[in-house]
Structure formats: structure tokens, C-alpha cells
């Protein structure tokens, strides 16, 4: 809880203020607003919580203030148990609504949540290919560098079940949760708890597969998965997801992308894959990378022209990333010149809310 020192969301707004002079209404109000990753201000007058003009204004059920006047929304905060009193005082301050804690505890942390969701939203950027072996989950890691290097705060998130583990392929040994430890998760999940408990590498925080492929399908196709791409767009700039190549396209994650970066190998086969996928996913913006070597009459100007899509650059066949992604090194080919260039043009029309990178 803090005190004097609100919570301003992007419209300069105070996100929460309390008035109320109970110790116990304070302590079950904060810990419902660090449930839900707010801090709190508390006064103990009225007309000092309006001076604040809070999205949300609460006042405690001991209040005996009259009158809203709030330019706001006000809800009346009391405690489980109360008798019938607290709705007399409810109707005299004409609330809106009356939550008694810690009955109404989740109720209020979605409410609060909402005051998250209206501030800038992070951007997610999906990375497939058109066949397998491309090199999608690799350009989805240098993408994920490269980001974190411009200052984006960035996500490298994993969306391919048999994938065996992207996190492999960029550390030997990361620490910390895994798709496998969301499964449960409803509602809303609180975006500050999920960055911290992120493991981080290069500035790149990430949310791999661990090794039960069939247990984080089923994640995957279930409702955990919005709540988590809600945090993760609050907690995050940036997330590049390595999507899986196959039908369906793009799997359980292709729908939450903003954007869509496919590879495209140059060859005539997989051309016509590619050319089918984009028709088939025309609901976003996609960019192609074409990836060589090229068969004869190929290059990447054709490739993009034949796979029907816009050209972002070249992906050259690069020596020494079959061992580095292995050696969980994959991060180090994010330095190569032809990388970097590549990169800074997939991501020089992403936005940039600049929360601020990762440490």
C-alpha cells in the first residue's frame, strides 16, 4: 500500500484511491490492488481523494462523507459480515457498487485489471514457417535480441508443443516458470508477478515448453492462454511467439499475433505452401523472409512475389547455428551483420510503448 503516492495510468489519471480511517479495510483493499499490480492511494477525506480525479474511487464503509461528486466511478468498501448499515451508507453516497472483502476480493481485482487494460497494449509478433527446419524459432530468438537491444522490454514466447523447449536453444540452465505452471491459471493474472517469475537471459525474458508436449497442448487450446497473453501484452512492449509450422496454421497463438512473420525457403514446393498460408491468414498483416539458398530462376524478390506477400529481407544460410542452438548458444548468431540487418527491418514498424527493458 502506498500512501501520497499514486498509481497514474497513461491518461494521467489516478488509477486508486481509498478514503477511509479502518485499518482493516486498508490492509484487504491492498492486497487486493497488489493482487491485481495497482498500488493505492489512501486519504481520509473525500475531497482529498477527488483532488486525485481516480479512475476508481473507494470509500471505506466506516466513511461518513456525503455526496460523490466524482468524475469516476465509486464503490463502497466494507468488510465480510457487515449488517445492513453499509448499504444505507452506500445509498447516501450513491456508489455504484459495494464490495464486502475478502468475499468480493476476485470481483474487485478484475475490476482493477481494467485499469490496466486501457493503458498502452504490447505488441505480439508471430514467426512461423512455411515448412519445417526454416529456422523459424531461431529468427524468433535474434528477433527477441534484437528488441531487447533497442530498449523494448520483450518476450520471447514459446508456441510450439514439440518443439522440444526454445529455451534450450538460448541457455543451458534457466530458472523459472514454464507454460506447464500456467495451466491452471483463470481470469486475470497479474502482468508484474508474471515478469518477475519469467526467466530472463540477455535481457530477453522468456516462457518456454518444458517436456510434457501432450499437457501443454492441452494449455494451450484452453482459456489459461488469454489470460496469459492479457499479461502479457500489459507486461511486455514486445513478444515474439515461435509458432509451429503445419496445419493448423500457426496453432492455438496465431490468433493473438498482431503481425505475422512467415519463412520462406526457396524452393518451388514450399512456395505454394506459403502462397496458401498467406490467403489463408489475410486477418493480419504478414511479411515474408525468404530463406536461402534459392533454387535456380529463384530470388527473394520472386520468392515474395510467388508466395503473394511483402518482402521484409533475406535469411542466408548461416554456418555454426545447428551447434549453437544445441550448445544453447543461439543467442550469440544474433550478432551476425546479416542478422542484425534483418531484424532491425522486421522491427522498425512494430510499436514501442517503451515500459522499459528488462534487466
Wanted: aromatic residues 4%; neutral net charge; proline residues 7%.
Amino acid at each position: 500500500m502506498t500512501e501520497g503516492r499514486p498509481w497514474l495510468p497513461a491518461s494521467g489519471r489516478a488509477g486508486v484511491a481509498l478514503v477511509t480511517s479502518s485499518q482493516p479495510i486498508r490492509d484487504e483493499t491492498a492486497r487486493v490492488a497488489a493482487a491485481a499490480g495497482l498500488e493505492l492511494t489512501v486519504t481520509t477525506t473525500l475531497p482529498e481523494a477527488r483532488q486525485l480525479h481516480p479512475a476508481v474511487l473507494l470509500v471505506g464503509s466506516d466513511s461518513a462523507e456525503t455526496g460523490s461528486a466524482t468524475d469516476g466511478e465509486l464503490i463502497l468498501v466494507g468488510l465480510s459480515g457487515e449488517d445492513g448499515a453499509v448499504w444505507q451508507t452506500a445509498a447516501r453516497l450513491n456508489a455504484s457498487q459495494v464490495a464486502l472483502l475478502p468475499a468480493a476480493a476476485g470481483w474487485l481485482v478484475e475490476r482493477f485489471a481494467g485499469l490496466r487494460a486501457s493503458g498502452p497494449r504490447g505488441h505480439v509478433l508471430g514467426v512461423m514457417g512455411c515448412t519445417g527446419g526454416v529456422g523459424a524459432s531461431s529468427l524468433s530468438c535474434w528477433l527477441a535480441l534484437a528488441a531487447a537491444r533497442s530498449g523494448r522490454s520483450c518476450l520471447l514466447l514459446d508456441g510450439d508443443c514439440a518443439g522440444g523447449g526454445l529455451d534450450l536453444a538460448v541457455s543451458d540452465s534457466l530458472s523459472g516458470i514454464r507454460w506447464e505452471d500456467l495451466g491452471e491459471v483463470s481470469g486475470t493474472l497479474n502482468p508484474d508477478q508474471l515478469v518477475d517469475a519469467l526467466p530472463v537471459v540477455r535481457g530477453v525474458s522468456v516462457l518456454a515448453m518444458g517436456g510434457s508436449p501432450a499437457i501443454e497442448a492441452g494449455i494451450l487450446g484452453s482459456s489459461a492462454v488469454k489470460s496469459v497473453l492479457d499479461a502479457v501484452r500489459s507486461g511486455f512492449d514486445l513478444t515474439i511467439a515461435d509458432l509451429p509450422s503445419g496445419w493448423p496454421w500457426g496453432g492455438p497463438l496465431l490468433p493473438f499475433c498482431d503481425e505475422l512473420v512467415l519463412l520462406v525457403p526457396g524452393r518451388r514446393r514450399p512456395l505454394a505452401v506459403a502462397h496458401s498460408i498467406v490467403q489463408q491468414t489475410q486477418f493480419l498483416p504478414v511479411g515474408l523472409v525468404a530463406r536461402g539458398p534459392f533454387a535456380q530462376g529463384l530470388d527473394p524478390h520472386r520468392v515474395a512475389e510467388l508466395a503473394g506477400g511483402p518482402l521484409i529481407g533475406y535469411l542466408p544460410q548461416l554456418r555454426g547455428v545447428p551447434t549453437a542452438e544445441r550448445q544453447g548458444r543461439l543467442l550469440t548468431i544474433g550478432k551476425h551483420r546479416r542478422v542484425q540487418a534483418l531484424t532491425a527491418q522486421a522491427l522498425a514498424t512494430v510499436p514501442f510503448h517503451a515500459r522499459g527493458a528488462r534487466p
